[in-house]
Nanobody
Framework: QVQLVESGGGLVQAGGSLRLSCAASGSIFSINYMDWYRQAPGKQREAVAAITRGGSSNYADSVKGRFTISRDNAKNTVYLQMNSLKPEDTAVYYC??????????WGQGTQVTVSS
């Protein structure tokens, strides 16, 4: 099995920055894509950013130009650099990693709160 551990969430003022990390451990073998999702109170979970094994990335329109997803294949870790944060970015952020052997595995979630 594999485990994901997220870190980096917290409270920040509008305009500030945070960097989320999601590290995989266990019987990893090989990883396909890595994603970040978020869920705000009373709303459905939404995709934020994704990155392929080759490093191609895509973003939700709401975060384009402000967020950057990256991955370190040697560390089995995916990052989400979040700049120019807005109050509407407040949510629980979840990483999702698609493993060749295990399929989709989700992180435990980390709270991001942006104050105005």
């Amino acid at each position: 099995q594999v485990q994901l551990v997220e870190s980096g969430g917290g409270l920040v003022q509008a305009g500030g920055s945070l960097r989320l990390s999601c590290a995989a451990s266990g019987s990893i073998f090989s990883i396909n894509y890595m994603d970040w999702y978020r869920q705000a109170p009373g709303k459905q979970r939404e995709a934020v950013a994704a990155i392929t094994r080759g490093g191609s990335s895509n973003y939700a329109d709401s975060v384009k130009g402000r967020f950057t997803i990256s991955r370190d294949n040697a560390k089995n870790t995916v990052y989400l650099q979040m700049n120019s944060l807005k109050p509407e970015d407040t949510a629980v952020y979840y990483c999702n990693i698609n493993f060749v052997r295990w399929g989709d595995v989700w992180g435990q979630g980390t709270q991001v709160t942006v104050s105005s």
